[in-house]
């Protein structure tokens, strides 16, 4: 009797013995499985293989708290079935190191978790100064102003292979010097495009004799010659500039450094059109890169809205005209001669070319017409 039941008492000692090694082993197989699974991005919450869908993170490091750490970067474990709908454990993670400033990150998730870094990118912006439009006044329409707006292109020494188009075009800086000098003589005070809208629509008034000095195309020796020149006279002058011929350094050209300098010393920077395309009878998309695109460059550059054009090879027709209207500008010149301008015909002002074989005598009686 005694030997049966110890017997029992055995027999059952070593199911239970069984027993508990079973689950001892079940428990560390399933701790192990466990700890394979890799931390990924944060996602939402549990939901449906095929459409859970990570949330953005941001990593901001300026956010630091008192002790300087990284911030909370979010982490997610899966279930280890694949055949189960997969799970979210949402766990914190702090002390992350990292360098990167201000990224987010965004993710998406199927099967598998993958995840992407969205780049942000800075976009230069300028501190603009806005040019207030002047409501034009009554007598708007009843305003003449004959202001000559002077039209030149190089100022610098004439190079040895010239031809005759470059001849034409270019004023060498001593004969420049003369014709300031005679104007001055005359009594000539330089102004703006500005300036003539204000007076022919508010009546702001004018010097005696008021004259406007351009410069296509924006020249280097603009800067070498014609802005030291013009200093000791006390003039001042337009420029209008091919952005894209400065944006590719091109040497004969103006340096946006350069046009900044000049714009500093009070003349005005406008746009030419990027490369000197003729605008009339052209499909709209080409007068809107060449239009728009060098208006934002050298609003880009200078810090200030252009509100003046001149027509490459003074080429325009009324999709031009609308088109400037439309952007804001307030008039734009061309290459036909005239002294007189009125407001209505802001975008068809006239100018006098002054060409490399004028003399003094010439440029007066242009003056005096």
Not at 63 to 72: A, I, V
Not at 181 to 187: C, R
Not at 319 to 335: C, D, P, S
Request: proline share 7%; aromatic share 12%; net charge neutral.
């Amino acid at each position: 009797m005694t030997s049966r039941f110890f017997g029992w008492i055995l027999n059952s000692l070593t199911k239970i013995y069984l027993i508990l090694a079973i689950v001892l082993v079940g428990c560390t197989s399933q701790d192990t499985e466990v700890s394979r699974v890799r931390p990924t991005l944060y996602l939402s919450k549990t939901e449906n293989a095929a459409t859970s869908a990570i949330k953005s993170t941001t990593i901001n490091p300026g956010q630091s708290s008192k002790s300087d750490l990284p911030p909370t970067l979010a982490v997610v474990q899966m279930d280890r079935d694949p055949t189960n709908t997969p799970t979210t454990v949402i766990k914190a993670v702090t002390n992350v190191p990292t360098r990167t400033a201000n990224a987010t990150l965004t993710s998406t998730f199927t099967h598998t978790v993958t995840h992407s870094v969205v780049p942000i990118t800075a976009t230069p912006t300028s501190t603009m100064v806005p040019t207030q439009w002047p409501t034009p006044d009554a007598l708007v329409d009843d305003r003449v102003a004959r202001v000559p707006i002077l039209m030149y292109h190089y100022i610098e020494p004439l190079p040895n292979d010239a031809d005759n188009i470059r001849v034409g075009l270019t004023v060498q800086p001593g004969v420049f010097r003369q014709q300031l000098a005679y104007l001055h003589a005359q009594g000539y005070s330089s102004i703006s495009l500005y300036d003539l809208t204000y007076y022919l629509t508010q009546g702001v008034p004018l010097p005696d004799k008021p004259i406007i000095f351009c410069f296509d195309d924006g020249y280097r020796g603009l800067y070498q010659h014609a802005l030291p020149h013009m200093q000791a006279f006390g003039y001042t002058g337009t420029v209008f500039v091919l952005t894209q011929l400065m944006d590719e350094y091109h040497s004969s050209y103006l340096t946006w450094e350069m046009a900044r300098k000049m714009y500093e010393f009070g003349w005005k920077i406008e746009p030419h059109s990027k490369t000197h395309v003729q605008l009339s009878h052209r499909p709209f998309e080409l007068v809107q890169y060449q239009i728009l695109g060098s208006m934002q460059t050298v609003q880009a550059h200078i810090g200030r809205q252009p509100r003046y054009f001149s027509y490459p090879s003074g080429s325009y027709d009324q999709q031009v005209i609308e088109y400037l209207k439309e952007l804001g500008f307030w008039g734009a010149v061309t290459t036909e001669y005239g002294l007189e301008h009125d407001f209505p015909g802001a975008f068809t002002w006239k100018r006098i070319r002054v060409s490399g074989q004028a003399t003094i005598d010439v440029l007066a009686k242009y003056l005096d017409e």
